[in-house]
């Protein structure tokens, strides 16, 4: 199994960065992308920003412009540098990504706590 850990979250000012971390571990697989996940109180999971292997990269609507994925020098590492963060931005942040047979790199970790709070 594929362990995924991410780190980095923290209490920061609106206008503030952080810069999220993931890793994952495990058995070896074959990765076609990884991305970010952010789940606020009460509501769904949605897609922050993913990164193909080949190097392309997406983001949702609401970060583009102020965050910015990348992969790491270290195999299968991910980060995420937010800038300009907003309160909206709270919530907590996961890792995951998609194999090269479309299936899920792991289950849901335990993720890491953002919060944009004045």
């Known amino acids: 199994q594929v362990q995924l850990v991410e780190s980095g979250g923290g209490l920061v000012q609106p206008g503030g960065s952080l810069r999220l971390s993931c890793a994952a571990s495990?058995?070896?697989?074959?990765?076609?992308?990884m991305g970010w996940y952010r789940q606020a109180p009460g509501k769904q999971r949605e897609l922050v920003a993913r990164?193909?292997?080949?190097?392309?990269?997406t983001y949702n609507d609401s970060v583009k412009g102020r965050f910015t994925i990348s992969r790491g020098n270290a195999k299968n590492t991910v980060y995420l540098q937010m800038n300009t963060l907003k309160v909206e931005d709270t919530g907590v942040y996961y890792c995951?990504?998609?194999?090269?047979?479309?299936?899920?790199?792991?289950?849901w970790g335990q993720g890491t706590q953002v919060t944009v709070s004045s």
């Open positions: 995951n990504g998609e194999t090269a047979w479309g299936t899920a790199l792991g289950s």
């Open positions: 990164i193909t292997w080949g190097g392309s990269r």
């Open positions: 495990g058995s070896i697989v074959s990765i076609a992308s």
